[in-house]
């Protein structure tokens, strides 16, 4: 197998359309067989495209007209959004939503999908029976430096297919090898990287946009990421679970590349804490995206609505210019050394805040609107 690679600087659809031509004639793609299609871009929360946080939906446009060029008529666009996100919600932000209009295409939501039961390495796991039935699964990631698996790519996208309740049990068995064990289950048939626009730094939901100009077409999820990674400036053997991935013989992690796009040294994600001047948010690998989210998410409603200017808004200024705010998530949470005020997240927390007499934001993940209250009363 290999991986395809072009420049592209700008998100037009007919320029992603001819090189996913040309991808196919490198490649030596096949979809004569082909009637039915899901398509699963990184739809991870509701954000612009032009944060980078999502695939951008120019790139999906343009693998649909592509693929019904190619006779297949039978497309779905799906994804399934972090933790306790509103499905709707996150498809309407994402610019998805107005898409699907646009183009008659089906969007859902894996979370109202059926699913069947399968038995992977851990027991029982949920795998939605469109994933399965379909005849074309097409991965659309996008690339983006992450705080617990150094980058997001397709292995990485995959698990969005996953149900809310076995999403919060991949962060509890270590992340990495269920990613790998979630790719075994139903690998993609063609992968398609949206790495026009990267993101670095805090990543997978924060974080700067790069116009980094990749993109990338294959038919193996971690020959893709391997060499995507590499673009990005990180040795594709620094990520857990692509190494893995090697070592369980899901590809190489040294693939034969056809042509070429360029190189940009991402910047990585801290992978102790994420911080905002004296604000920090301590990393912990079981932490699930959306508990780690649920503070940020309090902040721009801090700043949007006026109710919170006089209340929420100064008490925010003074922790993080002055004092210090120290945000702990996850089953293996720790105290911080430094000084500061605490302030616990979640459920895996609260025996922790309990004990430790430290401030607490009930939920699985908390909502936005707990936080804010919280953070009212608290601060
Ligand atoms: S409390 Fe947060 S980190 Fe713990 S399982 Fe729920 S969402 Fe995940």
Not at 225 to 251: N, S
Request: proline share 6%; aromatic share 6%; charged share 25%.
């Amino acid at each position: 197998m290999a991986v395809f690679l072009e420049e592209i600087r700008k998100y037009r659809t007919s320029r992603i359309v001819a090189a996913l031509e040309r991808a196919t004639d490198s490649l030596n793609l096949d979809f004569s067989q082909k009637r039915s299609a899901l398509i699963k871009p990184n739809l991870v929360t509701g954000k612009r495209p032009r944060s980078a946080v999502v695939t951008h939906p120019c790139v999906t446009e343009a693998v649909v007209v592509f693929l019904r060029e190619r006779g297949v008529t039978e497309i779905t666009i799906a994804d399934g959004p972090g933790i306790g996100l509103d499905s709707d919600w996150v498809f309407e932000k994402s610019g998805y939503t107005a898409l699907a209009r646009k183009l008659d295409v089906p969007l859902v939501s894996f979370n109202d999908l059926p699913r069947r039961t399968r038995t992977w390495k851990y027991g029982e796991i949920g795998v939605p029976e469109l994933l399965e039935d379909v005849d074309l699964y097409v991965n659309v990631p996008k690339l983006k430096t992450h705080g617990y698996s150094t980058m997001t790519l397709s292995i990485k996208n995959h698990k969005g297919m996953l149900s809310q309740e076995d999403k919060k049990l991949d962060h509890q068995l270590g992340l990495h090898e269920p990613l790998v064990e979630q790719a075994k289950l139903r690998p993609a048939d063609l992968i398609v990287l949206d790495g026009i626009v990267g993101l670095e730094g805090d990543g997978p939901l924060n974080g700067r946009p790069v116009r980094s100009g990749i993109f990338a077409v294959s038919t193996n999820m971690l020959e893709l990421d391997a060499a995507a990674a590499g673009l990005a400036g990180i040795d594709p053997r620094e990520i857990a679970h692509l190494r893995i991935a090697e070592e369980q013989g899901l590809g190489t992690l040294s693939p034969e590349i056809i042509g070429s796009a360029p190189r940009h040294s991402f910047m990585r994600a801290n992978e102790k804490f994420g911080r905002v001047a004296r604000i920090y948010s301590w990393r912990d690998p079981t932490a699930c995206s959306m508990c780690i989210d649920a503070f940020s998410g309090a902040v721009s409603l801090a700043v949007k609505d006026p109710r919170n200017w006089f209340t929420l808004a100064p008490k925010l200024l003074y922790w993080g210019l002055i004092g210090r705010l120290h945000i702990l998530q996850g089953r293996h949470a720790k105290l911080p050394q430094a000084k500061g005020k605490v302030i616990c997240f979640g459920k895996c927390t609260r025996d922790m805040a309990k004990r430790e007499g430290l401030v607490h934001v009930p939920g699985c993940p908390p909502t936005v609107h707990d936080v804010v209250k919280t953070l009212r009363r608290e601060l």
